[in-house]
């Protein structure tokens, strides 16, 4: 393993000032990039075929069989790999909970699926404006824990790949098909689908539990503010709420999906 030879101490790095960039929507945008932080996220992004750009350590982490794994991995991949000093780490980490290692990749964007292609059993969660970064890493994480197909982000949603989603889908983001489209686009596509659309409002009259669901399965989630669009909701099959019994108004929109997620796909969860 041959690492670099002296760790940077300098932000003027221009290594270093081209990852603080990618803090800005704009500059993930431009150059398609993103970051993630933490040994356990890097080895899922390995485990997905992911190879980082960009590979960063803290000078003196690299101890175990694990982060040496990684180092390994980033210098194969041919990345830069750069050792860097507690400071420098220090701004480049996020300021709750910094990890003594970081990457940077590619942003990977997946197609609308072609409807008559999509199998049987498939559930893909579509988002339409999705505002809190939490709530969408929140919801990658959960589309994967139960093996749903993908997540679809409709509008001026957040970005996926901002820092806090990453973080939130604690390495889902780097295993479940993200797809992100126009309302327009995403309405002339769900028309051609073979199941149902199955959307989530508070005005629904269907019991969320008392559905028989038309597989492959279409879930529509609304925008945490407004809820689901007239558009979007006429777009659906069937919409179905879920039944409260406190005095709030509505749930938190990613245990919303989470519920839904858990009903629809039950029958095919295992211990
Ligand atoms: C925070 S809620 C939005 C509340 C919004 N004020 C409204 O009127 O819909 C965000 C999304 O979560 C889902 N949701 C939350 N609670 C729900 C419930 N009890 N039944 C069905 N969907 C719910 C819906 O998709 C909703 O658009």
Redesign the pocket.
């Known amino acids: 393993m041959t690492l670099a030879p002296k760790p940077i101490t300098s932000l003027q790095n221009e290594s270093v000032k081209a990852i603080r960039a990618l803090e800005m929507r704009k500059v993930r945008k431009q150059t398609g990039l993103f970051v993630a932080e933490g040994a356990s996220i890097l080895i899922t992004a390995r485990d997905n075929g992911f190879r980082p750009e960009t590979l960063v350590y803290r000078a003196g982490s690299v101890t175990g069989a694990a982060p040496r794994g990684l180092v390994d991995w980033g210098l194969q991949a041919g990345a830069k790999v750069l050792e860097v000093s507690e400071a420098v780490l220090g701004k480049l980490a996020s300021k709750d909970n910094p990890q003594s290692m970081l990457a940077v990749f590619r942003q990977r964007w997946a197609e609308l699926p072609d409807p008559k292609t999509v199998g049987g059993a498939e559930v893909w969660v579509a988002l339409?404006e999705v505002r809190d970064p939490g709530n969408l890493g929140t919801i990658i994480r959960t589309v994967d824990a139960v093996g749903a197909a993908g997540a679809i982000v409709i509008g001026a949603a957040c970005d996926p790949y901002s820092r806090e989603c990453v973080r939130a889908t604690m390495g889902s983001v780097f295993a479940v098909p993200l797809v992100k489209t126009t309302r327009e686009a995403f309405l002339d596509w769900a028309e051609r689908w073979t199941g149902d659309v199955v959307?989530?409002?508070?005005?629904?009259r269907e019991d969320?539990r008392k559905v028989a669901y038309k597989a492959p399965t279409l879930l529509?989630?609304?925008?945490?503010?407004?809820?689901?669009s007239e558009a979007l909701a006429a777009a659906c099959t069937r919409t179905?709420?879920?039944?409260?019994a406190g005095g709030l108004?509505?749930?938190?929109?990613a245990?919303?999906?989470a519920l839904?997620l858990y009903q629809i796909r039950g029958p095919h969860l295992t211990l």
Do not use: C, R, Y
């Open positions: 339409e959307g989530t409002q508070l005005e629904a969320f529509v989630m609304g925008s945490e503010g407004p809820g689901l179905v709420k879920i039944p409260m108004d509505s749930l938190n929109l245990v919303a999906t839904m």
